[in-house]
């Protein structure tokens, strides 16, 4: 047994299957303080993720999610020992990424004009508002749509064997190609503490008050 993801990436994982979802339920059931408190985590969680995608270990970097169109076909047609996401499963992981900022980023510059709209309503134009708006609410289709291309694949490869899942929560692999560089992801987490807090402060007070007030 190999250890291919570090503490981080693993809480990482985790933590952005619950803030999807709260996300989604909670924009569905029109709980906004929930929603924009969720919607900032998951900003914080994100850009620690980037930060640690430069600086953490090698089966976290950023870098090990390009491959070439080849290595990728390669990767579907043949079961190829891999140490962290093999090449199919890195574009997976930057679509992924790719679409939670767009919907993130949309959601800073939403408005219902009304009663609600996102921190940034107020230093874009009105287009852009429009713009955000239209990709806030198609851009969730698309990232519903690759969480269950992702569970498919998941059932997919444990029918082959492969318990993806055992993975990410113990971090060992008995399928790695090799012995990844590692690194402690406390520094990850401490980071992901200040970016929230920041975030809370900066823009999610208000929410964040009316959720500690409830009850």
Do not use: C
Not at 37 to 54: N, S
Not at 163 to 179: F, I, R
């Amino acid at each position: 047994m190999v250890k291919v993801w570090d503490g981080f990436i693993r809480g990482f994982h985790w933590l952005l299957v619950i803030g999807i979802a709260v996300l989604y339920i909670s924009g569905d059931e029109g709980w906004l303080d929930l929603h924009f408190v969720t919607g900032y985590m998951l900003l914080a969680l994100m850009i620690t993720r980037i930060v640690w995608g430069v600086f953490g270990s090698s089966t976290a970097r950023l870098s090990s999610l390009f491959h070439s169109p080849k290595a990728v076909i390669s990767a579907l047609l043949k079961d190829q020992p891999a140490t962290g996401h093999n090449p199919a499963g890195s574009v997976m992981i930057l679509v992924f990424f790719t679409l939670i900022f767009i919907q993130l980023l949309s959601g800073l510059m939403s408005s219902d004009d009304i009663l609600v709209e996102g921190p940034l309503v107020q230093y874009v134009s009105y287009a852009w508002v429009e713009l955000a708006n239209d990709l806030h609410r198609d851009n969730i289709d698309l990232l519903l749509l690759a969480i269950g291309l992702h569970i498919s694949a998941i059932a997919f490869y444990r029918i082959k064997g492969k318990k993806l899942v055992k993975t990410l929560v113990t971090g060992y692999s008995s399928d790695a190609a090799d012995k990844p560089h590692m690194r402690s992801g406390k520094f990850a987490y401490m980071l992901f503490i200040v970016l929230a807090t920041a975030l809370l402060f900066l823009w999610g007070q208000e929410p964040l008050m009316a959720l500690l007030n409830v009850g």
